[in-house]
């Protein structure tokens, strides 16, 4: 019986009790409540703006590990004066071409 009861207190300390706060180095069950209270994420940073032709300065991200996305745009006249093309041109710079003075919605968008 003293086998079993030590196999027993070592499967309490080692995974805890529901009732234990949440905590990175605690038993299982607060480990898991960290992950749930904490969740891992794969975006290191979301930035979004309007610009025209003049493009946009952004905070530095690593352009090997970030995507652009075009968000849409509007023109003051025609419908097709908005039409554009957006690019990711250094780690903190968004530049827009454009055969009007469209504005351009876009996203950054920096993975870890």
């Known amino acids: 019986m003293g086998n079993l009861s030590a196999i027993f207190a070592k499967l309490i300390t080692d995974l805890g009790a529901r009732a234990d706060a949440a905590s990175a180095?605690?038993?299982?069950?607060?480990?898991?409540?960290?992950?749930?209270?904490?969740?891992?994420s794969?975006?290191?940073?979301?930035?979004?703006?309007?610009?025209?032709?003049?493009?946009?300065?952004?905070t530095s991200v690593n352009t090997a590990k970030s995507s652009l996305a075009h968000l849409g745009g509007s023109a003051p006249t025609d419908n097709y004066q908005h039409i554009c093309q957006i690019a990711l041109a250094s780690a903190t710079s968004v530049t827009v071409a454009?055969?009007?003075?469209?504005t351009v919605s876009w996203?950054?968008?920096e993975y870890k």
């Open 25 to 40: 180095t605690g038993s299982l069950h607060a480990k898991v409540k960290d992950i749930k209270d904490n969740p891992p």
């Open 107 to 109: 996203e950054v968008v």
């Open 98 to 102: 454009t055969i009007s003075t469209a």
């Open 42 to 58: 794969v975006i290191n940073s979301i930035q979004r703006g309007t610009t025209g032709s003049a493009g946009a300065t952004i």
